[in-house]
């Protein structure tokens, strides 16, 4: 079983909407969630860290669930500018971070 | 913010041959950098952890006489692919914790990453 798990999508939504989607994770030990950004063959950027009460930045909403083992990100009123990858980042230990494969969102006009 | 600069951003080479990879932390120290590889529609794979003044750290499954590293100083980081063939050819990224601290306490800062193609 793959460390991270993520549905590839495509998630292909109109403007103004909400889209949502989930990571799960294997390792229950695991302390720190992110979710990265990465654009079309560019280097990930941090969209946001996923804390336990869950956290919301802007239009970005993360939730983690320890006894489910996932993570999750909703984007309301979706820009044509949300289109990329979206990239689950698990730490299960000190340093090693963890990917997912990703998840693709394309927002269409 | 922290920045890591990664050079080449595109290489183009003959099989056969050796490609070095520069992965640079411009405004911070990092005594610890990762190195990823990343094929299409696939997840980052950390290939190994590059010490200061030490040897990598390789995963499972990473030739270490095919992937040279070399942390030299405490701001650059080298991958060379030795002896590259087609099937090396992939998305290759650095990336650096921002306290320069071997555990993950800050921000995970990567470079704009080299794409590699051996033909």
């Known amino acids: 079983r793959k460390e991270v798990e993520q549905d590839p999508g495509p998630f292909n939504v109109p403007e103004g909407a909400t889209v949502a989607f989930n990571c799960t994770y294997s390792?229950?030990?695991?302390?720190?969630f992110f979710w990265y950004r990465q654009d079309c063959r560019k280097e990930p950027k941090l969209l946001m860290s996923?804390?336990?009460s869950g956290n919301e930045d802007g239009r970005f909403t993360a939730q983690l669930n320890r006894a489910s083992q996932y993570i999750s990100l909703l984007i309301r009123d979706s820009k044509l500018s949300d289109s990329a990858t979206y990239l689950c980042?698990?730490?299960?230990?000190?340093?090693?971070?963890?990917f997912g494969a990703g998840t693709t969102v394309t927002v269409r006009a | 913010g922290a920045v890591v600069s990664q050079h080449p951003s595109w290489v183009i080479c003959k099989s056969g041959t050796s490609v070095k990879i520069e992965c640079r932390s411009l405004?911070?120290?990092?005594?610890?950098m990762f190195w990823y590889r990343q094929f299409p529609k696939q997840s980052l794979m950390l290939m190994a952890t590059?010490?200061?003044?030490?040897?990598?750290?390789?995963e499972q499954g990473v030739e270490k006489d095919k992937f040279l590293i070399n942390h030299a100083s405490l701001t650059l980081s080298t991958l060379t692919v030795t002896s590259a063939h087609p099937e090396d050819s992939s998305f290759y990224i650095c990336?650096?914790?921002?306290?320069?601290?071997?555990?993950?306490?800050?921000?995970?800062?990567f470079g704009e990453g080299s794409r590699l193609t051996v033909l």
């Open positions: 990336s650096a914790n921002s306290r320069g601290l071997a555990g993950l306490t800050g921000e995970l800062f």
């Open positions: 390792n229950s030990a695991s302390q720190s």
């Open positions: 996923v804390y336990s």
């Open positions: 980042v698990v730490n299960p230990n000190d340093y090693k971070l963890s």
């Open positions: 405004d911070f120290q990092a005594t610890t």
């Open positions: 590059s010490n200061e003044g030490s040897k990598a750290t390789y």
